[in-house]
């Protein structure tokens, strides 16, 4: 019964390499987002979308490409990875609205080698 | 430009006493105040939070008070438990769209015995 699923929990790989991490969410919300949690530990917003439409892109490179299928999901496609890619990701989800809580999951943490 | 501070990078309380977590920001045009919590391995999760017609929200042990003419925002813990040992993130949203949340750095609470 987990609100918001991510897979996989941990991701090692080559730099270079074309890697997705993906994402769901069983709480009827619209809209989905994405965080990054660098290594001095800030979170920030890199996507937003809303009943499958972008809505936010924060300044991410172009490597880096959401893609949402349905409402309930919202992958995160990363091509040609680097070692500044290495963090942990979160996806979050919401009703969209003001004073609406964002539920998150449990994250994928990104090792590039 | 860090838009949201906390700048108590960790806090020790005793058991029983109360925690007090502080969060400055400089954007006055956030208008939806919220507090998550964070254990190590996990998703951070939503804990309580305020709008901006309001001054105080309390649920439980939990109150989160907000200033914001000083464009202050605290979360206060009472009596403080065990496993309140967490990182304690303060977010802060401009309501109505599907953005993401700004979030603080985070204060790694320690709950002594």
């Known amino acids: 019964d987990t609100a918001v699923s991510q897979t996989p929990k941990y991701l090692v790989t080559q730099m270079g390499n074309d890697k997705s991490i993906k994402c769901e969410q069983n709480?009827?919300?619209?809209?989905m987002y994405w965080y990054k949690q660098d290594s001095k530990k800030f979170l920030k917003i890199m996507f937003s979308?809303?009943?499958?439409?972008?809505?936010i892109n924060e300044t991410v490179p172009n490597r880096f490409s959401p893609k949402s299928p349905d409402k309930a999901h919202l992958n995160l496609h990363i091509n040609s990875l680097e070692l500044g890619d290495s963090a942990v990701y979160f996806c979050a989800s919401s009703h969209l609205g003001a004073y609406n809580e964002q539920f998150f999951g449990p994250g994928t943490r990104l090792t590039v080698l | 430009d860090q838009q949201v501070k906390q700048n108590s990078p960790s806090l020790s309380v005793q058991e029983g006493r109360i925690s007090i977590l502080n969060c400055d920001y400089t954007?006055?045009?956030?208008?939806?105040f919220l507090w998550y919590k964070k254990y190590p391995a996990e998703g951070p999760t939503f804990l309580i939070s305020?709008?901006?017609?309001?001054d105080k929200n309390e649920d439980g042990r939990f109150t989160v008070f907000l200033n914001k003419s000083a464009k202050h925002l605290s979360l206060h813990i009472v009596p403080s438990q065990p496993g309140d040992s967490a990182v304690y993130f303060c977010a802060l949203n401009v309501g109505g769209g599907a953005d993401g949340l700004t979030f603080g750095k985070g204060t790694h609470l320690i709950i002594q015995p």
């Open positions: 954007n006055s045009m956030f208008d939806y």
């Open positions: 979308y809303n009943n499958k439409e972008l809505i």
């Open positions: 305020i709008s901006s017609i309001k």
């Open positions: 709480l009827g919300h619209d809209t």
